[in-house]
């Protein structure tokens, strides 16, 4: 399970062998090779959402700020599927060659420290939207402290 989740995000492209009209080659371009883009220096970002009527309580301030509490909530479950990945449960049942149930259970569990406010922003007058950054250099020091205090839980 360690090995799922200490591996690194890239992602392999070929690229075309000349742009047509631009009357000349570049050697990344005309490379044959296939080419590995890493996003070590990008930071992972995940936004948040949440409606502010739905909140309980009677004031519309009050209303308001736990909104924004329940969409950095939701930025940090979005952050945590991004390192930890997320856990997929999932049942069918069929009768008279029907599906006669299906179902589908997500679960994501982490800890996620590091992460910075980057927005808080009203999409609308009904929701608002935060957004987090996680720097990636955290993320592997992210992943060893979990599976540490995981396994230390579990008497092992």
Same mark, same amino acid.
């Given at each position: 399970?360690?090995?799922?989740?200490?591996?690194?995000?890239?992602? !392999?492209?070929?690229?075309?062998?000349?742009?047509?009209?631009?009357?000349?080659?570049? @050697?990344?371009?005309? @490379?044959?090779?296939?080419?590995?883009?890493?996003?070590?220096?990008?930071?992972?970002?995940?936004?948040? #959402?949440?409606?502010?009527?739905?909140?309980?309580?009677?004031?519309?301030?009050?209303?308001? /700020?736990?909104?924004?509490?329940?969409?950095?909530?939701?930025?940090?479950?979005?952050?945590?599927?991004?390192? #930890?990945?997320?856990?997929? +449960? @999932? @049942?069918?049942?069929?009768? +008279?060659?029907?599906?006669? $149930?299906?179902?589908?259970?997500?679960?994501?569990?982490?800890?996620?420290?590091?992460?910075?406010?980057? +927005?808080?922003?009203?999409?609308?007058?009904?929701? #608002?939207?935060?957004?987090? !950054? /996680? +720097?990636?250099?955290?993320?592997?020091?992210?992943?060893?402290?979990?599976?540490?205090?995981?396994?230390?839980? $579990?008497?092992?």
């Amino acid at each position: 399970m360690a090995a799922a989740l200490t591996h690194g995000c890239a992602t !392999t492209i070929t690229p075309p062998t000349a742009i047509q009209g631009a009357g000349h080659e570049t @050697s990344a371009v005309s @490379s044959r090779e296939p080419q590995v883009l890493r996003f070590k220096n990008e930071p992972l970002v995940a936004t948040g #959402y949440a409606v502010i009527a739905v909140q309980n309580h009677k004031s519309p301030a009050q209303q308001r /700020l736990m909104a924004i509490r329940a969409a950095k909530i939701d930025a940090y479950r979005n952050l945590a599927e991004q390192v #930890y990945g997320m856990r997929l +449960d @999932s @049942s069918t049942s069929v009768a +008279d060659m029907a599906v006669a $149930n299906d179902r589908l259970r997500a679960r994501v569990e982490g800890v996620i420290f590091g992460a910075l406010l980057s +927005d808080i922003t009203p999409t609308n007058n009904e929701t #608002y939207e935060v957004t987090l !950054t /996680l +720097d990636r250099s955290v993320v592997n020091d992210i992943r060893i402290l979990y599976l540490e205090q995981k396994l230390s839980r $579990n008497g092992r």
